[in-house]
């Protein structure tokens, strides 16, 4: 494919472009530009079909099964594109005086009302653009907190190993220090482990669940508990909402914060980059430490406010209004009979097909998981040679995209399936026989897999070089 660069011709222009609104204003030599601006001359339909090109390069849930282990590649609702679209919402500024966008500040306060239901919190800060950023913010609040009440020794947090990856990555980003601990045979959090972990100097648990290998942990009450004799906090990292929304809420588990995915679990497509929400929900103890642009309702409108012992402000303004705007559509769209039934759905498909596949794969933990499962090739690699990438290859082959791979970490040759929700049993008995078929090739001709994917758009690409050599810029030849 071509770059926009390689189709611009010399000479070629687009006329399309809006004159200017603006006075035009004489700039002083000094500021102005002392080469030309690279920008590709290329007509409209040429760059039309730039884009469509592209976007046909591409593959999304709308052309064909997508069962991104972790990520939850959600089907969405086009009428939450259409009220990101309309306009009282899409041409608002954020220095608007509060008075004419009541409407907008309406959809925060909705929100949070629907998302204190659906987990058992008490307030919602919208304002972190992603999940990792959610769990950044909820750790400087634990933070605020425990010094607040005289305690800056309480600085150490502690991580199963069947965590997300960003968890003690954020742990270090603020400031504090990760205790890892394992998982039992169960994949559970090691109850022995936890227990010598906690002390005076434990600010509090950080808990994936369901885990990264789609466990629910089934000593959950216990846990918290646990955390909370020792004087810490509990923070649920609830990006794998879509397994219990509408079913089980952390806040009745004894967690006191949480954040959520709203660019997974309620809707907007997750991956590539693109804007999210990783709204973090807390009960009444932090709500007084949650970052700047908190919106109450007072007897004039909606406001925003600063919290008394707020942690400041963690992204301009008030974060991605349209990202939670679409996870308010989504809710209202679905209703509490449609939440709760997208949640036993997704547990549902992915315990169907595990069940068709795990006599043919190993499954490291038990028989039986949440939204997701995890299945390990290591017997496959060991007997024919084929990998669980060369398989995620392959699967590319037949329009289909490739579980996650090679996560979690404690999992060897390990890919990860989350098969949507919204996908017909039709769909996944597809899926299951083109897996079975890979594994009875992999055993008769496992030399092929190496060339995988022969049809995709794309085909092998060397990958150890692309990761020691990447070329991201465009080497113009005026350089
Ligand atoms: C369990 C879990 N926690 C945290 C994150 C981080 O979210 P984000 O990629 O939006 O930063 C993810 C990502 O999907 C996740 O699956």
């Known amino acids: 494919m071509k770059l926009i660069f390689e189709r611009s011709v010399e000479g070629y222009y687009n006329e399309m472009v809006a004159p200017c609104e603006v ?53 969405n609702p086009k009428i939450n ?11 608002i500024h954020p220095l608007q005086p509060e008075h004419t966008v009541q409407g907008s500040l309406q ?12 987990t058992g919190m008490s307030a919602f800060t919208f304002q972190p653009a992603a999940g990792a950023h959610g769990e950044f913010t909820s750790l400087l609040m634990i933070k605020a907190y425990h010094e607040k009440n005289g305690q800056p020794q309480r600085n150490k ?11 003690p990555a954020s742990v270090a980003m603020a400031g504090m220090i990760t205790v890892n601990i394992p998982s039992d045979e169960y994949g559970c959090v090691d109850i022995e482990a936890l227990k010598a972990a906690v002390g005076a100097d434990t600010a509090g648990l950080m808990l994936t669940n369901p885990n990264t290998a789609g466990i629910f942990d089934k000593n959950i009450l216990e846990i918290t508990k646990i955390v909370h004799e020792a004087g810490g906090l509990n923070y649920y990292d609830g990006a794998n909402l879509n397994a219990i929304m509408g079913v089980a809420r952390p806040g009745d588990m004894g967690f006191d914060i949480i954040h959520l995915n709203l660019h997974k679990t309620f809707s907007t497509p997750h991956g ?88 043919i794969f190993d499954v490291p933990y038990g028989d039986s998981c949440m939204h997701e499962f995890v299945i390990s090739l290591e017997k496959l690699k060991k007997e024919t040679g084929v990998s669980a990438l060369d398989i995620a290859k392959g699967i590319l082959d037949h329009q289909m995209y490739p579980p996650t791979m090679y996560f979690p970490l404690t999992v060897p040759e390990a890919l990860m399936v989350e098969p949507p929700e919204t996908e017909s049993k039709a769909r996944i008995d597809e899926a299951v026989a083109v897996y079975r078929q890979l594994n009875d090739a ?38």
């Open 23 to 75: 006075p035009v204003v004489e700039l002083p030599e000094t500021m102005k530009r002392q080469k030309a601006l690279h920008l590709p001359s290329v007509p409209q339909p040429e760059i039309s079909r730039h884009y469509t090109e592209l976007a046909n390069a591409t593959f999304g849930i709308n052309n064909g099964f997508y069962p991104l282990g972790s990520c939850t590649m959600k089907y």
């Open 81 to 91: 594109d259409e009220m990101a679209a309309y306009p009282a919402f899409a041409n």
């Open 107 to 118: 959809v925060f306060t909705r929100t949070e009302r629907l998302l204190n239901e659906i």
């Open 157 to 167: 947090i502690i991580v199963p190993d069947s965590a997300h990856g960003t968890n």
């Open 272 to 359: 590539g980059g693109g804007p999210g929400s990783g709204a973090v929900g807390c009960k009444e103890v932090l709500k007084d430490f949650l970052p700047d642009y908190y919106p109450v309702v007072t007897d004039t409108g909606i406001t925003f406010t600063t919290p008394k012992y707020s942690i400041g402000t963690v992204k301009g303004f008030y974060g991605q209004f349209s990202v939670f705007l679409r996870a308010l559509t989504y809710v209202l769209f679905l209703g509490s009979e449609g939440i709760s039934s997208a949640s036993k759905s997704a547990v549902l498909n992915a315990n169907y097909m595990l069940h068709e596949l795990k006599d």
């Open 442 to 479: 992999a055993h008769a001709q496992p030399e092929a897999f190496h060339d995988y994917p022969l049809h995709a758009k794309i085909h092998r690409v060397d990958e150890v070089r692309a990761a020691r050599q990447p070329i991201v810029r465009y080497k113009f030849d005026r350089e």
